[in-house]
C-alpha cells in the first residue's frame, strides 16, 4: 500500500501547513464518512499519516533542496515513494508542469529520471535552474572567494520604497554593491548561484516578516551582509560537492500548463501540485526578492484562476462542476481542466498522475476542489484510481468562527492502456 514504506522509515506526524487560510486542531476535526462523496466514483481513502509529505517541512534540511524555500511546496520524499511505487527508473520522464521551487526535478535528478518542470513564475523558474544546474565546484569556491574579498565602494542605491523599508540602509548598500560585482562574472551558471546566495543572505538581512501576501516591517538587529553572505555561499558549495546526482536530464523551461510544449504521448509520469484554489500568496509574497534579482511577475492571464477585470469567459465546458460556485472557483476549475487536458494529450498509455491539491477555504463555507479535479480527470479520459486526504482542516472565517472541514488531497490518477 502507498505510504507503508515511508511510514517505516519517517514515522507519522502531520504537521500545520499555510497552504490555506484555516485551523488546524486534530483532535476537534469530525470524522468523515470518506464513503460519502455526492455519489462521486472517486474512491478515497484516508492516509493522514502521509500529511508532511504534502508539505515543505522535510526539504528545509535537505542539502540543495533548501536553497530556495518555498512554504507551498512537497516533499523530495513524496517524489521517491511514487517513484519507487511506480517503478520509475532511466528511461522514463517525469513531468512537472507546476514545478515551484523543483522538487520534482531534482528528486528525479538523484533518482536517474529524466524530468521536465514547467511554471510561468519568473523566481521559481530562476530558483528551479540554479538547484538542477552541473557545477565545477572549486570554479564556484573561486568565485565566491573572489566577490567576499572584493573591497567595498559605497554605491548609489536605487530601489522602490517598499524595498528601502524592509532593508536597514548599510544593508542595502552591500546588497548594490554585491550585485554590481556578481554582474562581472562572464559565466551564466556561476552568477545565478551567486545571485541566488545573495537573494538568501540579503533576506535574512532584512526586517521582512512574511505573514501570507502581507509583508510586514519588524525591526530588529541585523547580521552584516558580508558575513551572512559568505557564509551561505559556502554552505551552498559544500552542498554541491556532497549532493549525490546521476546523470539524468534535467530541462526547466517558461511554460503555461495548459498550453504544454511536450509532443503527444511522450511522458511516464507527472508529480505536481498545482496552485491552490484561493491561494494566490505566493505570486505576492515574493516580491523583495524578485526586485532584487531584478524579475518580472507572470501576468494575470498566465495564473491559473485569474483574469483581467472585464474579461469574458465560456464555462460550458464545466458547467456541471461550476454551478453556483463564485468566480474565481469558476475560472479555476476551467483553466485547471485544461490543463488536465494537456496532461491526458502528453502523457503516454498506462502513465501515472499523481497531484497535490486542497479544497477551498470561503468566507460561505468549503469549496470542494479535490473530487471535481479527479471527476475532470475522468472525463478527460484518465482514471482517477483514488484520493487519497493527507490533511483536514477547520475551515475558518476571518472572525475565525469555523464553518467547514476542508481536505487535502493526493490526488492518484492514470492514463488508460490503448486497446
Not at 501570507?212 to 551552498?236: D, N, S
Not at 531584478?294 to 462542476?321: C, K, M, W, Y
Not at 475551515?395 to 488531497?409: D, I, M, N, S
Amino acid at each position: 500500500m502507498l505510504g507503508l514504506n515511508f511510514q517505516q522509515r519517517q514515522g507519522g506526524g502531520c504537521p500545520d501547513s499555510s497552504r490555506t487560510r484555516t485551523e488546524r486542531r486534530g483532535r476537534e476535526i469530525p470524522e468523515i464518512d470518506l464513503t460519502d462523496q455526492g455519489g462521486s466514483s472517486v474512491k478515497i481513502v484516508e492516509k493522514l499519516r502521509l500529511g508532511r509529505l504534502a508539505t515543505f517541512l522535510l526539504n528545509k534540511r535537505l542539502p540543495v533542496y533548501n536553497w530556495f524555500q518555498f512554504k507551498e511546496g512537497f516533499s523530495r520524499d513524496l517524489v521517491f515513494l511514487l517513484a519507487e511505487t511506480w517503478g520509475l527508473g532511466e528511461g522514463d520522464l517525469a513531468l512537472d508542469p507546476f514545478v515551484g521551487c523543483g522538487t520534482t526535478s531534482l528528486a528525479c535528478k538523484q533518482l536517474g529520471i529524466d524530468s521536465i518542470g514547467y511554471d510561468v513564475h519568473p523566481i521559481m523558474l530562476f530558483a528551479s535552474r540554479v538547484k538542477l544546474r552541473e557545477y565545477n565546484v572549486e570554479e564556484l569556491r573561486a568565485a565566491v572567494r573572489g566577490l567576499i574579498k572584493s573591497k567595498f565602494e559605497r554605491p548609489e542605491v536605487e530601489a522602490p520604497g517598499f524595498v528601502t523599508r524592509v532593508f536597514p540602509k548599510p544593508v542595502l548598500e552591500d546588497i548594490t554593491f554585491f550585485k554590481r560585482k556578481i554582474l562581472d562574472a562572464e559565466d551564466e551558471g556561476v552568477r545565478e548561484f551567486l545571485f541566488l546566495g545573495l537573494m538568501n543572505a540579503a533576506m535574512r538581512c532584512s526586517w521582512a516578516h512574511k505573514d501570507g501576501a502581507a509583508i510586514r516591517v519588524v525591526k530588529k538587529p541585523t547580521p552584516p551582509l558580508r558575513k551572512a553572505l559568505r557564509r551561505q555561499l559556502l554552505r551552498m558549495c559544500n552542498d554541491v560537492e556532497r549532493f549525490e546526482r546521476k546523470g539524468s536530464k534535467a530541462t526547466i523551461e517558461r511554460c503555461d500548463a495548459r498550453k504544454l510544449k511536450l509532443e503527444d504521448e511522450s511522458v511516464d509520469a507527472v508529480i505536481t501540485s498545482p496552485p491552490y484554489l484561493g491561494k494566490l500568496e505566493y505570486t505576492h509574497a515574493y516580491r523583495i526578492e524578485q526586485q532584487l534579482l531584478d524579475l518580472g511577475a507572470p501576468t494575470p492571464q498566465q495564473l491559473i484562476g485569474v483574469r483581467e477585470e472585464g474579461a469574458l469567459e465560456d464555462f460550458s465546458e464545466v458547467e456541471e462542476f461550476v454551478e453556483g460556485k463564485p468566480l474565481d472557483a469558476k475560472l479555476y476549475f476551467k483553466d485547471m481542466f485544461a490543463a488536465i487536458r494537456e496532461l491526458y494529450r502528453v502523457c503516454k498509455p498506462g502513465a501515472r498522475i499523481a497531484l497535490v491539491t486542497s479544497d477551498a477555504c470561503s468566507p460561505e463555507g468549503v469549496i470542494e476542489v479535490c473530487v471535481p479535479l479527479s471527476e475532470l480527470a475522468e472525463k478527460t479520459g484518465f482514471k482517477a484510481k483514488r484520493m487519497l486526504v493527507v490533511n483536514r482542516r477547520f475551515c475558518t472565517t476571518p472572525a475565525r468562527k469555523k464553518v467547514g472541514v476542508t481536505q487535502e488531497g493526493l490526488l492518484l490518477w492514470e492514463k488508460r492502456a490503448s486497446k
